[in-house]
T-cell receptor
Framework: QKEVEQNSGPLSVPEGAIASLNCTYS??????FFWYRQYSGKSPELIMS????GDKEDGRFTAQLNKASQYVSLLIRDSQPSDSATYLC????????????FGAGTRLFVKA | AAGVIQSPRHLIKEKRETATLKCYPI?????VYWYQQGPGQDPQFLIS???????DKGSIPDRFSAQQFSDYHSELNMSSLELGDSALYFC????????????FGPGTRLTVT
């Protein structure tokens, strides 16, 4: 079992809809959780970070964390074609160091 | 705002050659991470440095070594290159041990022929 699991997709949503991306992790002691967006051939871009249970909103993006269920999600409201990318969930392992584990990513397509 | 700088952006090497990738973190960032990303794969953590000391090690082959210098830039040295080493190599930086938010450089595309 991978340490960070994501549905590889592709997830296809119409323009203006809400896209929901999900991620589960295995290390119960993890403390830091991130969502990165990566366009093909480009580097990952940090779009959200979340550290405590609940919701965190930033513009059209909302991250949700449930440590008891070891689950983190990303909602994208009013999806735009420019949101079409691979979304990587990343979890900082509870090693006391700086090891971040990435999920395999979910490909999102937003249809105009 | 200044971003992470990586050089070179593209590199072509032959099997058994060596390669050196350089990374210049965002100013004031003291932590550097190296990742390898193959086609269609997620970034694989290789190694990280905090305040010029190695802090964590991932799936870095023994043929690879890295270090962080006094100005916080980092170099990834790769020897006895193999065809399977062809990948995108990303460097990321963060500010200390606060929340581990990493900002990625544009990457170096290494092709081994």
């Amino acid at each position: 079992q991978k340490e960070v699991e994501q549905n590889s997709g592709p997830l296809s949503v119409p323009e203006g809809a809400i896209a929901s991306l999900n991620c589960t992790y295995s290390d119960r002691g993890s403390q830091s959780f991130f969502w990165y967006r990566q366009y093909s051939g480009k580097s990952p871009e940090l779009i959200m970070s979340i550290y405590s249970n609940g919701d965190k909103e930033d513009g059209r993006f909302t991250a949700q964390l449930n440590k008891a269920s070891q689950y983190v999600s990303l909602l994208i409201r009013d999806s735009q074609p420019s949101d079409s990318a691979t979304y990587l969930c990343a979890v900082n392992a509870d090693t006391g160091g700086f090891k971040t584990i990435f999920g395999a990513g979910t490909r999102l397509f937003v249809k105009a | 705002a200044a971003g992470v700088i990586q050089s070179p952006r593209h590199l072509i090497k032959e099997k058994r050659e060596t390669a050196t990738l350089k990374c210049y973190p965002i100013p004031r960032h003291d932590t550097v991470y190296w990742y390898q990303q193959g086609p269609g794969q997620d970034p694989q953590f290789l190694i990280s440095f905090y305040e010029k000391m190695q802090s964590d090690k991932g799936s870095i082959p023994d043929r690879f070594s890295a270090q962080q210098f006094s100005d916080y830039h980092s170099e990834l040295n790769m020897s006895s290159l193999e065809l399977g080493d062809s990948a995108l190599y990303f460097c990321a930086s963060s500010l200390g041990q606060t929340y581990y938010e990493q900002y990625f450089g544009p990457g170096t595309r290494l092709t081994v022929t």
